[in-house]
């Protein structure tokens, strides 16, 4: 199976319906900026994993694709909106092959077309009172939340990490934050929305272990891209030692590596972004592949992968056969073998 192709497909449904939630690029002056920022990440294209995840979910349960649109729209714009600020938190320099948007427009406004892109969540998820009625709508909504609630904690768990130079992490202490922060976010939730679009809401808890699993090995596959690269990868490699992130790599290799090495990464790490060089950051990622950090990398997702697929095959048993169900199946292979 062409899994890309599956992927372009449903980023098409996406951009079809975008502009019936985000307004048209015209006006002049402050307007126009404020259109053309709310805008940019939603041009630069992406995997849009979630939202296509969201449809094939609601397809697989017997729904129809445009009953989970809305909802897949709001999954992207979400998206865009946690990028937008995540960008600012990590002082990152590039998103999908081109400068954050606050490296372009500043922090200020940055920050605003954040909060405005969140607003258009919201709006956007009203539209399921229409297509689904208020009852699933509301499901919808609450949902949400929930998965707001996850990931940023997540997230506050990692940045807290690197602000108090914490070193005790464990790799369970990375699971239980790449659950909350990518997991749920990626994989879980979009599945138990597309089940609710297709008026399976009964089926929500049958995602959370496994998809946990299959969420954990997209973060950790992120990790990678970011240590090592990719051909299609837009954004900086080694941006995760800049920013000082406790990533699954960066645990093994403090495990293993030498006591002399050890003060060197963490005279390193612990420096702010701005003070460490680029030769240092290329120490870091040598001394993970000569620590055999990257193949353990590979090997835990590899694993998580292959229980994904097994927690799948049981969810999964009694949805309908055909190209929705096999799309997911082929797309838990997909995370970890993506190079964008």
């Not at 709006?123 to 949902?143: F, Q, W």
């Not at 990518?182 to 679009?197: D, E, K, N, S």
């Not at 050890?262 to 680029?278: D, V, Y």
């Not at 992968?305 to 997909?334: H, M, P, T, V």
């Amino acid at each position: 199976m062409d899994i890309l192709s599956v992927l372009q497909q449903k980023s098409k449904a996406v951009d079809a319906a975008l502009p019936l939630f985000l307004p048209k690029r015209e006006g002049s002056g402050w307007l126009r900026d404020y259109r053309d920022m709310l805008w940019d990440y939603n041009l630069r294209g992406g995997k849009r994993l979630r939202p296509a995840l969201c449809m094939l979910s609601c397809e697989a349960w017997w729904g129809k694709q445009e009953q989970a649109v809305p909802t897949a729209v709001a999954l992207e714009l979400l998206q865009n909106f946690f990028l937008i600020h995540d960008d600012i938190e990590d002082e990152s320099e590039q998103r999908r092959g081109k400068p954050c948007l606050h490296r372009l427009w500043g922090v200020p406004y940055a920050i605003n077309a954040g909060d405005a892109t969140f607003v258009k969540v919201w709006e956007t998820l009203m539209a399921n009172r229409g297509v689904l009625g208020d009852e699933k709508a509301l499901e919808i909504y609450e949902e949400f939340v929930a998965l707001c609630n996850k990931t940023t904690e997540g997230q506050m768990r990692e940045m807290y990490w690197v602000r108090e130079k914490k070193w005790d992490i464990t790799e369970k202490d990375y699971f239980d934050m790449a659950g909350e922060k990518a997991g749920y976010y990626t994989v879980v939730a979009p599945l138990r929305l597309g089940a609710i679009c297709a008026g399976r809401s009964g089926l929500k808890s049958n995602f959370d272990s496994w998809g946990m699993k299959w969420g954990i090995a997209f973060q950790i596959q992120d990790d990678l891209l970011n240590a090592v690269g990719g051909k299609k990868y837009g954004k900086e490699i080694g941006g995760d030692i800049y920013e000082g992130k406790r990533t699954l790599l960066l645990i093994h290799l403090m495990e293993h590596c030498s006591y002399k090495e050890k003060k060197e990464i963490l005279k390193i790490m612990n420096k702010p972004r701005q003070k460490k060089t680029a030769a240092e950051v290329k120490k870091v990622l040598s001394l993970m592949k000569k620590c055999g950090s990257v193949e353990y990398a590979r090997r835990t997702a590899k694993e998580l992968a292959e229980e994904a697929k097994i927690g799948f095959e049981k969810s999964f048993s009694d949805a309908r056969q055909g190209a929705a169900k096999e799309s997911l199946r082929a797309l838990i292979d997909y995370v970890i073998e993506r190079d964008v």
